[in-house]
């Protein structure tokens, strides 16, 4: 029998010793491999979080004490030692097993975050929280190095030295967010990865000290000292002035080691920063030298690893059309917040160096750093996912459209994008750029329509938005009709479907699969909407249905259903997103539930008829 078979929650974990610690690593690193090769998911990043997650639920009694994951895509060992290994088997699958945290799905799941840097400011409230109960349990947030490009993070490390509860900060450093970390910080923690010396003599002086009552005075005494010297020996002096005691860098694949080190934690009554070096892909040849490949992957075979999608994904066509513009273009800049890869600018990173600018997790120093460039007379594109783009709002607004500024903002995973659920369903995104003056926002059907919209970027004037989907590039046609201007791609008869984007491709296809007489019209501009030109095809049907991959509220069908219904045309249908979160599932499984697949759309045309 299997150690792992026999843990079913972390208390479980605690009758085990260092040897069968050990163990149960291996079993558990097994089985992730083998579950996330059949279902697909976060793999390299679980593979180097398996030991330091014993180690915590080894030392900590959760869920009393707090374990709060930052994004929480690297939970996967928290979640099979909580007793959910047994449904691993529908991890990320409709209606299945998360593949963040879920709140819904276990005590032990304290924080739902899909975005990082949010852990440390929950871990303060919560922290805050146990000083109003006059709790004594403690709070861990752990976060990863990657984060910490992310100006939320050094807010809340701003004020974390303030708490008096336990506070333990644990920093899982493995040198990586989904691409190469960049910046000072991730060069200041490659200064102090190597140096142990420090964190050793702590360790033990704090040991022999706290045994008695006279050694813990004098402990508490001499950590409130300062000198020079100080400055000179302490590798993480950056953290310490932060207010927090450091301990680290320990060595986040000894078991042994990560106990002995957080059980020292808990003796230090002020709050702490904990460095773990891990190694993200740790124990998968394939995913510790290609880590950012295996950061998120589909179903794969573990013994030949992953293999390159032979598709071509709109992110490649948007990496390859911009790197061609910028060829052309000495003023096209590319900036992204820690997604080259994600968003298809890695040829673009590779042989424009010069122009390609990655700014780490930090989305609002991306579109603000744009206002400058801008400013300079350059032609900024930012590549951001259209859930991540949400934490730049408001320097959106103020600092790009308020200035009605040359930026152009590419929104990659528009739209639903399936098994990474609700945190990153970009179904909000036409509703929240829509409130925006003077921002133009563009969406295309196909391959070419999209590489149409980008050549026509590169001379626009003022704020433009591009919503692209995560999905394969298809070829409906070459239409060269202005882009300002509705497309009627099949004239039909009585009834009309206006859609847009992936959701035009499967308004085609179920009217042809009963050679339906149904017209199908095309918006290639969502904002400003050409409303008299659509108004004049409009006119002409009997019946109009509005579809639209995005939450009802804020979206162009219902202002487009405003406009017809004040020019007296009342047979309007509309179909959209409801406006909830929409759960994980293959993207054709959520079109289908919602009525949004070339199926549904047919049974909405039928219903009329």
């Not at 040849?285 to 075979?301: I, R």
Request: proline letters at 2%.
């Amino acid at each position: 029998m299997k150690l792992l078979d026999s843990i079913n929650e972390p208390s479980d974990i605690k009758k085990l010793n260092i040897n069968q610690l050990n163990q149960l690593s291996i079993e558990v690193r097994e089985f992730i491999l083998d579950s996330v090769s059949k279902t697909g998911g976060h793999l390299s990043s679980n593979l180097g979080t398996i030991e330091m997650t014993i180690a915590l639920h080894y030392v900590f009694d959760s869920p009393e004490d707090k374990l709060l994951w930052d994004v929480g895509h690297q939970a996967y060992t928290h979640k099979i030692l909580t007793g959910r290994k047994d449904k691993f088997n529908t991890l990320r699958k409709l209606d299945g097993l998360s593949g963040f945290l879920k709140r819904s799905e276990s005590i032990h799941d304290i924080l739902e975050a899909g975005h990082s840097s949010t852990s440390i400011s929950a871990a303060l409230g919560l922290s805050r929280g146990n000083e109003y109960l006059q709790k004594s349990d403690y709070v861990i947030p752990i976060i990863g190095d990657g984060a910490l490009t992310a100006g939320m993070a050094y807010e809340a490390l701003n004020y974390a030295g303030q708490c008096k509860s336990q506070l333990i900060i644990v920093l899982n450093d493995n040198e990586m967010s989904i691409s190469n970390n960049v910046g000072s910080i991730s060069k200041y923690l490659n200064r102090i990865r190597g140096n142990k010396i420090y964190t050793l003599a702590k360790r033990k002086s704090i040991n022999y000290l706290t045994k008695s009552k006279f050694g813990t005075k004098t402990y508490r005494l001499l950590s409130k000292a300062k000198s020079g010297i100080k400055e000179l020996i302490i590798p993480g002096m950056l953290f310490e002035h932060f207010g927090l005691s450091y301990l680290g860098p320990v060595d986040g694949h000894n078991i042994k080691e990560l106990i002995e080190t957080l059980q020292l934690a808990k003796k230090i009554e002020k709050p702490i920063l904990f460095h773990v070096k891990t190694v993200k892909g740790k124990g998968y040849e394939f995913a510790e030298k290609n880590p950012d490949l295996y950061h998120g992957v589909g179903v794969f075979d573990l013994m030949t690893g992953v293999k390159p999608s032979e598709t071509i994904t709109y992110s490649k066509v948007f990496g390859d059309q911009l790197l061609e513009m910028a060829k052309k273009d000495q003023k096209i800049v590319a900036i992204t917040a820690a997604m080259s890869s994600g968003t298809g600018l890695t040829d673009f990173s590779n042989m424009m160096k010069n122009r390609f600018i990655d700014v780490g997790i930090a989305e609002q120093n991306a579109v603000t750093m744009a206002c400058g460039l801008a400013l300079s007379g350059y032609k900024p594109y930012v590549a951001i996912y259209s859930t991540f783009l949400q934490r730049a709002y408001d320097q959106i607004i103020h600092d790009i459209a308020l200035q009605n500024l040359n930026v152009v903002f590419c929104i990659d995973r528009s739209g639903l994008v399936g098994s990474d659920g609700e945190t990153h369903q970009g179904i909000f995104d036409t509703s929240y750029l829509n409130l925006i003056p003077n921002m133009t926002i563009m969406v295309h059907k196909d391959r070419h329509e999209f590489i149409r919209i980008m050549n026509y970027s590169s001379q626009h004037e003022g704020p433009m938005a591009i919503k692209y989907f995560r999905d394969s590039a298809i070829d409906i046609n070459e239409d060269d009709t202005s882009l300002f201007d509705p497309e009627l791609i099949i004239e039909g008869r009585k009834t009309l479907v206006i859609t847009a984007g992936r959701l035009v491709n499967e308004a085609i296809t179920a009217s042809r699969s009963k050679n339906m007489e149904v017209g199908i019209l095309n918006i290639r501009t969502i904002k400003p909407m050409n409303y008299e030109k659509i108004y004049e095809i409009v006119k002409n049907y009997e019946r109009i249905i509005i579809l639209e991959e995005n939450i009802y509220t804020g979206s162009f069908a219902i202002q487009l259903e405003n406009f017809l219904l004040k020019k007296k045309i009342s047979q309007i249908e509309i179909c959209t997103l409801p406006d909830q979160f929409i759960e994980q599932g293959e993207i054709y499984e959520l079109l289908a539930r919602y009525n949004l697949d070339a199926n549904g759309i047919l049974s909405i045309i039928n219903k009329g008829l």
